[in-house]
């Protein structure tokens, strides 16, 4: 695979990484694979210098996070008070009802048996009247009782309550106050239907019991509630009677609640009255309203301020690493492949971005959260509160064990995904070999073997990751099943309202969410700080060597090179050039031949200073290219290459590449020089024709007329070309050759060649090997010499061989 092939499909699996199912992005699980970071601390602390500028937003957006998070947390247990508000007005209305109705029963029971009872007291002093002929009673007190119990109106024949409550009481004094008229004193009781006497507690029960208000009729809250209270403790005082035959009914049986129950119930008579405050639900559904609104105001608020934290974080840090970029030497980017730079620049800083977008007030929110639930749930209960607290060694456990495995198929399953990837773009970069050579079996066969062993890791992967959640909501639900049990029987005890329990159950259900945002967010934070490392690499590398404050630069520039005793080695014990001279003169056009590796193109970049020289001296005009300004040397220059360079824009902007603010008119004068305005002229919007991203749409011969058209217009004092005929038919070949003449006039001429028929005419030949020159002069001196370049030249056009070198 090439090396450009290479690049790409590292960048590829870097960006494949990133991906959805990749750490932090949507739908990702626990256990995605995280990149290491070697040094965390450091790392992070150098990340976090980018932010120092932006301290107030981050304060800003920490306020609004705190609001934004306190409101949505506090929603719950303001919406429990209208539960409990409800709660309390259904449990008084329910105790009113049931109270009302035994009240009733028992003061219709107490009427109905002491009509019975008159009826009989009646009827059994006239018999004991008739009994004792015209004889009056020895005790006038008796006579005057039994008088005033005759007078009394029949109890079932008045309707007026109050009257009739007045004649029941009254009956039961003068009952009580007949002496025994017939019957055995000792025992107190008296046969064949007289009524039993009533004790002094009974009797005053029973009057209590009577001279209470009706229920249905009292307005009052706290009068309601001292009434409930009172029948309750009456009705367990009442009991059947012994004198009267009376069976008084048990109100606190009938009620059918718990002590507890009670005890609440009449305290919610107190508070509600028995009645749906419908206007304090109605508020506090406003006030529910008016949280949830500005909780997301905040939020909104709070994403717009990190949006714009971020995106100038970003910003600033991409700046300096192309700055960076601009100061690093050559052979940085000559030992480190094109896609793994672009990668730093581009999906590094972006996963940084996103990070400190989304994930940076994600786990602010998140660990506000769960001391909120916390203080929340203890404000409800402590107890349940530590059934909760008890189940996170269970989510931890869980979490590590599945991370643990899955990072394991993660990994794998990102590896043969490169490797996809990879045989993919092979065999569709070289499709007409495999199908020349019929090997289109053999790349099906392997594609097979690679797809299924990525099946196979990716649905392991995906499969133990999936399994996070379920085995999240099933220690929830654990949880969920305690608390409901315990909160189910202190409602019934009356020791936590219903409000309060949901109110609690929507804290514990909500809980478990910030937990896994929070560990799912130190993945992503863990990959950040690996991507943030790679781009500190950069911007830790070794720059150029700055120019000299006293720079100096050639106003007229005539192109005299001197090369002085130069040495160069890419690596320090890897010598490459050793004690080079040389001396060009203005006009000269200088050839360099030898073998691949030899150091021509070495050379050249040593007199444009893309790398620095070891030892020695290299002047041009007479001022060492030390004392230049890198930019202004380099002007002096004028490349053209056999890799053509042309960007996605008009034809007429990449000629004037080479020089702002250049007139049509001189655009044109270069074009023509290069023998390129005809087949510009053919195109269908001429100059202005806009060439794709490689520039596709024209063919190669044409793109080197075009950079042949480029240098000519720049005017350099010093030519550069390399090979640019070696790829091309030969009539192009011929319309470049006379190109580049009009372009090698006046000019001095650096030539790298290959094919050593294009140098026959130049008027110095260097011919390298390793590094040093060894041997100089023209083509027909040196083939007279009949050293090294005189047998490449015999090589190259024996009989039997044309090799292109």
């Known amino acids: 695979m090439s090396g450009e092939n290479k690049n790409q499909n590292t960048m590829r699996n870097r960006q494949g990484q990133r991906g959805p199912g990749g750490p932090g992005g949507p739908g990702s699980h626990f256990g995605a694979p995280v990149e290491k970071a070697k040094n965390f601390r450091g790392s992070l602390a150098r990340l976090l210098q980018y932010l120092k500028p932006h301290k107030v937003h981050l304060i800003v957006v920490l306020i609004f996070a705190i609001a934004s998070t306190s409101f949505t947390i506090a929603a719950p247990k303001v919406s429990s008070k209208a539960i409990n508000k409800l709660q309390d007005a259904y449990m008084a209305r329910m105790m009113l009802q049931k109270m009302s109705e035994a009240q009733e029963k028992g003061v219709d029971s107490i009427y109905t048996q002491m009509a019975d009872a008159q009826l009989k007291a009646v009827d059994q002093i ?5 009994d004792a002929g015209t004889s009056k009673p020895t005790n006038p007190e008796s006579l005057n009782t039994v008088k005033a119990l005759i007078a009394l109106p029949a109890i079932n024949t008045l309707q007026d309550p109050q009257e009739k409550a007045n004649t029941v009481i009254k009956m039961l004094d003068l009952l009580n106050a007949l002496p025994n008229m017939g019957g055995n004193s000792t025992d107190n009781n008296t046969q064949n239907g007289t009524v039993k006497k009533i004790d002094a507690e009974s009797m005053s029960t029973i009057k209590t019991f009577l001279q209470l208000p009706m229920l249905s009729s009292v307005t009052n809250a706290e009068e309601k509630a001292v009434v409930c209270q009172k029948i309750i403790d009456l009705g367990e005082k009442m009991s059947a009677t012994s004198a009267t035959g009376l069976d ?15 005890n609440g119930a009449i305290t919610a008579i107190r508070e509600t009255n028995g009645e749906y405050d419908f206007h304090y639900i109605g508020m506090i559904a406003l006030i529910l309203i008016g949280m949830y609104l500005i909780s997301a105001l905040f939020s909104l608020i709070m994403g717009l301020v990190m949006s714009g934290v971020s995106q100038r974080t970003v910003r600033d840090l991409r700046r300096v690493v192309d700055n960076k970029l601009a100061k690093l030497p050559l052979k940085y980017y000559d030992m480190h492949p094109y896609g793994d730079i672009l990668s730093r620049v581009t999906n590094d800083i972006d996963t940084i971005a996103t990070t400190l977008q989304q994930s940076l007030t994600q786990i602010i929110t998140s660990v506000i959260t769960i001391i909120g639930y916390i203080i929340m749930m203890l404000t409800i209960s402590p107890v349940l509160t530590l059934i909760i607290i008890a189940s996170l060694p269970l989510y931890m456990l869980s979490t590590t064990m599945i991370a643990k495995k899955s990072q394991k198929y993660f990994a794998v399953q990102q590896k043969e995904l490169g490797d996809l990837s990879s045989h993919v773009e092979e065999m569709y970069t070289g499709h007409k070999i495999v199908k020349a050579f019929g090997h289109e079996k053999d790349a099906i066969e392997k594609f097979e073997s690679i797809n299924n062993r990525l ?47 949901l109110a609690f159950i929507q804290y514990s259900r909500s809980f478990t969410m910030p937990i896994i945002q929070t560990a799912n967010i130190a993945n992503v934070i863990q990959s950040t700080i690996a991507c943030a490392e790679r781009v500190f690499e950069v911007l830790d ?10 720079a100096v630069i050639l106003d007229m520039p005539k192109g005299n090179i001197r090369i002085d005793h130069v040495s160069f080695r890419y690596t320090e014990d890897v010598p490459l050039i050793e004690d080079m001279n040389l001396e060009v003169r203005q006009g000269d056009t200088i050839a360099i031949v030898g073998p691949t590796g030899a150091g021509k193109t070495t050379l050249v970049n040593l007199l444009m200073r893309f790398y620095e020289i070891s030892s020695g001296k290299i002047s041009i005009d007479g001022v060492d290219i030390k004392d230049m300004p890198r930019s202004e040397l380099r002007k002096l220059f004028g490349m053209v290459l056999q890799d053509t360079w042309l960007f996605n824009g008009s034809i007429k902007d990449n000629i004037t590449y080479s020089k ?7 655009i044109v004068r270069a074009a023509k020089a290069a023998h390129a305005d005809h087949f510009i002229r053919t195109l269908p919007d001429g100059y202005d024709t806009i060439l794709n991203e490689e520039a596709t749409n024209i063919s190669q011969g044409q793109k080197q007329l075009l950079t042949i058209a480029r240098a000519i217009l720049a005017d350099p004092a010093i030519l550069i070309l390399d090979e640019a005929t070696s790829s091309v038919d030969t009539r192009t070949e011929v319309l470049i050759q006379k190109a580049m003449k009009n372009l090698m006039k006046g000019r001095t001429n650096f030539v790298i060649a290959h094919r050593l028929s294009t140098i026959r005419d130049a008027e110095l030949i260097l011919v390298m090997n390793n590094g040093s020159i060894i041997e100089t002069g023209n083509h027909k001196e040196l083939l007279a010499k009949g050293g090294f370049y005189a047998e490449l ?13």
């Not at 590398?541 to 006293?550: C, L, N, T, V």
């Not at 702002?660 to 001189?666: C, I, L, R």
């Open 248 to 262: 008084m009914p048990n109100t606190q049986q009938n009620v059918e609640f718990t002590d507890d129950q009670i």
């Open 541 to 550: 590398e070794q720059e150029e060597i700055p120019d000299s404050p006293e």
């Open 660 to 666: 702002e603010g250049a007139t049509m008119e001189q």
């Open 455 to 501: 099946y196979g890791a990716g649905w392991k992967a995906q499969f133990v990751s999936g399994i996070m959640f379920p085995l999240m909501n099933f220690i929830s639900n654990l949880s969920y099943v305690g608390i409901s049990i315990v909160g189910g029987i202190w409602i019934t005890r009356n020791l936590l309202g219903l409000g309060d329990i």
């Open 126 to 130: 006239s018999q004991q009247m008739a």
């Open 793 to 805: 030249y015999n090589s190259q056009f024996s009989e039997d061989t044309d090799i292109a070198g």
